[in-house]
């Protein structure tokens, strides 16, 4: 599952998926006037569609044990196969955190020009993170922050703060109006950080809506199972409320079968992070579910551009520096029946 951002208090630098992974990264424009010679050397420091410098890129993912995350692995070896002058050499995962620093040991040995990792557990390694940067392998972080910065050349991850204020924003649009609006949260696991995130988000959202109470939340596992048993719990204990906001369309799932089975109609929904599912339900418009907000998987994607311009050693275009940002953080838009046609492609199963 998608774990938290490391800088919520310092998210300087708010880069769109679309930006880097709705295509490829593509060379600056050139004029006609006294600057051109100046435009062509900038343009030969950008990463484009174009065979450039032949790079192996390591790729080391935690076990697909959730559908986030196993779109995270198609993301990256689909993008990979776009480049002809890229290799993926990709690991098998595990949630095990010695097999995984095993799993990248390995790839250190095998002298990968760069390495893209997201850590079953960023703490537990951050050593080997250290190590590839000490052997001269770059590391782009994925998702999943290393304990020092020193571990990676390139952090590229979601949002968790920004999930929860465009859910709570969304709901606060649609029921600004209403008197005395009351809504309920059913959030994720609560001794991860990134629900901690979500939740505080929703709520810093809220304070802008008086007329808006959040009465209920609860906590479930992100899993169909908990999502449907946590959910009955709610429906039962609130008899009356206007919006719901789920942390994961995996456990949306199993509360949307809750809901139905409760016969409960009476009130609106906003899911999260963007799965297929929820994407055709909100297409459908024949639930209680409106919206989701995103926590896009295209990062990884995102993060195989970015390896491929570390080991040609350029920039990205759309931007001055003729290096990599040191840190992006994915926007967590909301998705409705108004744009879903714009964003089904990225929805994960």
Request: aromatic share 6%; glycine share 10%; with cysteine.
């Amino acid at each position: 599952m998608p774990e938290t951002s490391p800088f919520a208090s310092r998210r300087g630098l708010l880069f769109g998926a679309a930006a880097l992974s709705s295509g490829a990264l593509i060379t600056g424009c050139t004029s006609n006037d006294a600057k051109d010679e100046d435009s062509d050397d900038k343009s030969q420091q950008v990463a484009d569609n174009k065979p450039g410098k032949k790079v192996t890129i390591g790729f080391a993912g935690p076990q697909a044990d959730h559908g986030w995350l196993n779109a995270i692995n198609d993301n990256a070896k689909e993008r990979a196969k776009k480049y002809s002058d890229v290799t993926l050499e990709a690991t098998e995962g595990s949630n095990d955190t010695a097999a995984q620093i095993g799993q990248v040991e390995t790839l250190i040995n095998k002298k990968v020009d760069v390495l893209v990792i997201l850590p079953a557990d960023g703490k537990a390694l951050t050593q080997v993170g250290l190590k590839a940067m000490k052997a001269g392998i770059p590391v782009v972080n994925l998702d999943r922050v290393f304990a020092s910065p020193q571990a990676y050349r390139c952090w590229v991850g979601g949002d968790n703060y920004g999930m929860g204020l465009s859910a709570g924003h969304y709901i606060g649009e649609k029921l600004k109006d209403k008197k005395s609006a009351k809504v309920v949260e059913l959030a994720g696991l609560d001794n991860l950080e990134l629900t901690k995130q979500r939740s505080k988000g929703f709520d810093d959202a809220l304070k802008n809506y008086s007329n808006i109470e959040k009465v209920a939340r609860q906590a479930a596992d992100f899993t169909v199972e908990s999502g449907q048993s946590k959910m009955s719990q709610l429906l039962q204990a609130q008899k009356n409320f206007d919006a719901l906001w789920n942390h994961d369309d995996d456990q949306g799932v199993g509360a949307l079968r809750a809901i139905k089975q409760a016969g409960r109609d009476d009130f609106l929904m906003v899911g999260g992070a963007g799965a297929l599912s929820a994407m055709q339900a909100i297409e459908s418009d024949d639930s209680v579910l409106k919206a989701t907000v995103l926590y896009p998987p295209t990062m990884a994607a995102s993060a195989i551009d970015l390896a491929r311009a570390l080991g040609q050693s350029k920039g990205i275009s759309g931007m001055a520096e003729f290096e990599i940002p040191a840190f992006i953080t994915l926007y967590s838009a909301v998705v409705d029946k108004e744009n879903v046609g714009k964003y089904m492609s990225t929805g994960f199963k």
